[in-house]
């Protein structure tokens, strides 16, 4: 998907009255680049992932929080 086919998305999310927790424009900005099987990709970042898990607040994305964490802690 494009940048500019996940906007014209995330507006539509909107207008339904579903909210983005986190603005687009900084998720493309702080996004990794990675090499998926010779395929270009951008995926986010771990402390976009981490403030998207504690929205959300579920008790596996609360989980999902200490690991990765961890991993954080780890890369340091």
């Known amino acids: 998907m494009t940048a500019a086919r996940f906007e014209t998305v995330v507006a539509a999310l909107e207008q339904a009255g579903i909210r983005n927790p986190v603005a687009f424009e900084g998720l493309w900005e ?41 991993i954080v802690r780890l890369n340091k």
């Open 30 to 70: 702080r996004s990794e680049h990675v090499d998926l099987g010779g395929t270009a990709c951008r995926i986010v970042g771990i402390p976009d992932l981490i403030r998207m898990k504690s929205e959300a607040g579920r008790p596996q994305d609360l989980r999902d929080i200490e690991e990765l964490e961890r």
